[in-house]
């Protein structure tokens, strides 16, 4: 399967803490995307990183690539309550190819 | 917020009735896409289209079908609704050019089947 999967399936840690939340997959991609999905809500896009590229930021957001072990890792420096909801990483295998979405991890941060 | 629109938002019907859920995006995107998301989280692509009059079969197999008589619209439609049709139901669009794209998210249906 081309399907990301996300690790830990749960995660929950204390408000100000860093979260680190991996996703590993099978095949070679074109990119890799990590999206956010409040409670009951549509998903949103967080960043999206290549795969000729290492390390992408955006604001509290760290992305990582490794391409030779077929994985990635969100961080979310500074976590606040809000940062609570389930985060989901998508591959794109070649560039014509659809998004394949991993299980998700559910992020709590206690207040 | 994505210029992606879903309803309704909640839905209980019975078994064997017709249902249409709406989608509709006002950002000129020509892929579209359902999906089904377990209560697990894990999202299954059931529907996609690339344009008007194109549709295509996802990886999932589903009982439902869709159009796309319009850029902006995406309906999914299911004939005779049964149990294990409930779920949540969540639509997406992107644009066209290019591999480096996202996609853009609707707030998703929650359909129940008594």
């Known amino acids: 399967s081309q399907q990301g999967e996300e690790d830990p399936q749960a995660l929950s840690i204390q408000e100000g803490e860093n979260a680190t939340m991996n996703c590993s997959y099978k095949?070679?991609?074109?990119?890799l995307q990590w999206y956010r999905q409040n409670s009951g809500r549509g998903l949103v896009h967080l960043i999206l990183?290549?795969?000729?590229?290492r390390e992408k930021h955006s604001g509290r957001l760290r992305v990582t690539l490794d391409t030779s072990k077929k994985s990635s890792s969100l961080l979310i420096t500074a976590s606040r309550a809000a940062d609570t909801a389930s985060y989901f990483c998508?591959?794109?295998?070649?560039?014509?190819?659809?998004?394949?979405f991993g299980k998700g991890i559910t992020l709590s941060v206690r207040p | 917020e994505a210029d992606i629109y879903q309803t309704p938002r909640y839905l209980v019907i019975g078994t064997g009735k017709k249902i249409t859920l709406e989608c509709s995006q006002t950002m000129g995107h020509d892929k579209m896409y359902w999906y089904q998301q377990d209560p697990g989280m894990e999202l299954h692509l059931i529907h996609y289209?690339?344009?008007?009059?194109?549709?295509e079969k996802g990886d999932l197999s589903s009982e439902s079908t869709v159009s796309r008589i319009r850029t902006e619209h995406f309906p999914l439609t299911l004939e005779s609704a049964r149990p294990s049709h409930t779920s949540q139901y969540l639509c997406a669009s992107s644009p066209t050019s290019g591999s480096l794209y996202e996609q853009f998210f609707g707030p998703g249906t929650r359909l129940t089947v008594l």
């Open positions: 095949t070679s991609i074109n990119n």
């Open positions: 998508a591959i794109r295998a070649g560039a014509n190819s659809k998004l394949t």
């Open positions: 289209s690339y344009g008007v009059n194109s549709t």
């Open positions: 990183i290549r795969s000729n590229e």
